[in-house]
């Protein structure tokens, strides 16, 4: 007996991206962690990997979500982003305070405007790792 599914053959296809992209990616980030705070000393904050239980949520969430919601359209990738960060920034508060015991205050304007930027600066590093995306 056949089985109905509502996965496309499209969303089952998987992607790589080109080693160089995957090698790249990375050292840039660490680039920018590096550079950025040094030139504009209020970037100095949430380094890379401190965050990983967070991030780890979140992207477990975005991955589960992408086989729902097309991710390919700029307006849901654009709102995507800017709600995952304003829940990540909730999450990483919420296990700082919870877990480790530590004393902070969340900043509501400050989480609207780093996820307000990390959705201009996201949509377009999506839109360039689209461009070298391949297929397996």
């Not at 050292?27 to 401190?50: D, K, N």
Request: with cysteine.
């Amino acid at each position: 007996m056949a089985e109905l599914s509502y996965t496309s053959r499209r969303e089952i296809d998987q992607y790589g991206f080109h080693p160089a992209v995957t090698l790249l990616a990375p050292l840039a980030c660490i680039l920018l962690q590096a550079v950025l705070p040094r030139t504009f000393p209020r970037l100095a904050i949430h380094p890379f990997g401190v965050n990983g239980i967070t991030k780890a949520i979140i992207g477990y969430g975005a991955a589960s979500l992408g086989f729902a919601v097309d991710v390919d359209n700029p307006l849901n990738r654009a709102m995507l982003l800017f709600s995952f960060s304003l829940l990540q920034s909730l999450l990483l508060f919420v296990i700082t305070r919870w877990l480790l015991g530590d004393i902070v205050r969340l900043h509501p304007g400050h989480e609207l405007l780093a996820a307000l930027a990390n959705t201009l600066v996201g949509v377009p590093i999506f839109y360039l790792l689209d461009r070298f995306k391949t297929r397996d």
